[in-house]
């Protein structure tokens, strides 16, 4: 029974993973309708906080209370991460593949591993220095720095998609100081509301409500926003309250193979086989930065 226990709770972590990496599939037709990057994260932000609302309301409605000056880390998360790491993850899909953006995106583990030293004083492992120069070699090898000298992929387009990285791992790092106080919904939820409120002030989709008589961009939308953000969150959320963080992690690197497949088999993306390389040492890199194995050495 612990087995069978064990195998569900592990598909669980791995379904979220996998709704993650499906995203591809629901931006796409936006880009299609006209819509900008900025304006997907909006669309993005605002369908998800409010299914997860209606979610919480219904079934987790004690856990909406928390204390005011916590929503400092609240309202950071959701504008300095979230709604930028999304913003520059999809302008370098719009502007270059899903293959690459995506594999950008998983340079977070590695900013993680930084700001946490910087930050929070945590030791860094000659594992996690290891998983960092992988990193770098796997991303020179998927944006043709390596082994040409020269990238294939527009240098503002390989900026955003560090950026994007970076972002992703202020997620991590704003929210820590309130991860003992509240669940990782609560978080989550109140996290989308400043993104979407931001987002809702900043973004140009209210002007193009007309498109929204397209029954494609109802379908993508409300898909963007139900498997690949709440599901996502929610299966992974689960998965998370019964695994150790760095397993459910390593777990969670199915979404780049999920997203490259989807970028290859769907959308059009073309790979060449110094590129799948690179994209096999980022997650690498990856599933080291995440391990913490008793008695690594430090730097």
């Known amino acids: 029974m612990e087995a069978q226990a064990s195998v569900k709770i592990y598909l669980l972590t791995i379904s979220g993973a996998v709704c993650w990496g499906l995203i591809g599939l629901f931006i796409a037709p936006l880009y299609d309708q006209g819509f900008s990057a900025w304006d997907v994260v909006a669309i993005r932000g605002i369908f998800s906080f409010t299914f997860l609302f209606i979610i919480m309301v219904m079934f987790f409605r004690n856990q909406l209370h928390t204390r ?23 302008e370098v899909f719009s502007r270059t593949s899903l293959s690459v953006a995506v594999t950008l995106l998983y340079t977070g583990p590695l900013f993680v591993m930084i700001l946490s030293r910087v930050i929070f004083k945590e030791l860094l492992t000659l594992r996690k220095g290891l998983s960092l120069v992988f990193a770098m070699i796997g991303c020179a090898f998927v944006v043709g720095f390596l082994p040409y000298g020269s990238s294939s992929i527009p240098g503002n387009a390989l900026f955003m998609g560090i950026l994007s990285g970076f972002c992703y791992a202020l997620y991590s790092v704003l929210t820590k100081p309130v991860t003992k106080r509240y669940s990782a919904l609560t978080i989550t939820t109140y996290t989308f509301f400043y993104m979407g409120l931001f987002m809702s002030l900043t973004s140009d989709v209210w002007s193009k409500f007309d498109k929204f008589q ?51 088999l769907f959308l059009g993306d073309q790979l060449r086989s110094l590129q799948v390389m690179g994209i096999a040492l980022v997650l690498y890199s990856a599933m080291l930065v995440v391990g913490r194995p008793k008695g690594s050495k430090t730097l």
């Open 68 to 90: 005011l000056k916590d929503h400092i880390f609240f309202a950071s998360a959701g504008i300095f991460s979230l709604a930028l790491f999304n913003y520059f993850y999809f």
């Open 214 to 264: 397209h029954v494609d961009v109802w379908i993508s939308s409300l898909l963007l926003a139900l498997i690949s953000t709440v599901a996502a969150y929610v299966l992974y959320t689960l998965g998370l309250k019964y695994l150790e963080a760095g397993k459910a992690s390593i777990l969670a690197t199915i979404e780049p193979i999920v997203a490259v497949l989807v970028g290859v």
